[in-house]
Nanobody
Framework: QVQLVESGGGLVQAGGSLRLSCVASGRTFSFYAMGWFRQAPGKEREFVAG????????YYGDSVKGRFTISRDNAKNTVYLQMNSLKPEDTADYYC??????????????????WGQGTKVTVSS
C-alpha cells in the first residue's frame, strides 16, 4: 500500500497561483504514473492532470489546459501541480492518486487505488 500526503492548498485571489505537492511512500514511486484529481462541493471528483513514470509525458483535463502544469521529482518521491491563472471555479479539494498498476495511466477514479487526504484550494473572485 502507498501513502500520499498533499500540501500547498490555501486561499488565493482569482488570477493568482498555487503549487501543490504530493509526497508518496510505501510503494516504488518511480515505477508509477501519477494523477491529480479535484472535487468541488456537491460535484463528482474529476481528473485534473496526469504524468508518466518518467515525467516525459503529461496530459490534462480540458478545464485546466494551458493553466496548470504537473511535474515530478522521483528522487524526492514527490509530484507537483503548478496552478496559474486560477479561477473561482477551480475551488475544490485536490487529491493526488496512484494507479492500480504500473501499466495504467490515471484518467478516472476507477484507474486509481490509493489517494491522499486532499488539500483545499479556494479561489476568491
Amino acid at each position: 500500500q502507498v501513502q500520499l500526503v498533499e500540501s500547498g492548498g490555501g486561499l488565493v485571489q482569482a488570477g493568482g497561483s498555487l503549487r501543490l505537492s504530493c509526497v508518496a511512500s510505501g510503494r516504488t514511486f518511480s515505477f508509477y504514473a501519477m494523477g491529480w484529481f479535484r472535487q468541488a462541493p456537491g460535484k463528482e471528483r474529476e481528473f485534473v492532470a496526469g504524468i508518466t513514470w518518467s515525467g516525459g509525458s503529461t496530459y490534462y483535463g480540458d478545464s485546466v489546459k494551458g493553466r496548470f502544469t504537473i511535474s515530478r521529482d522521483n528522487a524526492k518521491n514527490t509530484v507537483y501541480l503548478q496552478m496559474n491563472s486560477l479561477k473561482p471555479e477551480d475551488t475544490a479539494d485536490y487529491y493526488c492518486a496512484v494507479p492500480r498498476s504500473i501499466a495504467t495511466m490515471p484518467r478516472s477514479i476507477a484507474d486509481c487505488d490509493s489517494w491522499g487526504q486532499g488539500t483545499k484550494v479556494t479561489v476568491s473572485s
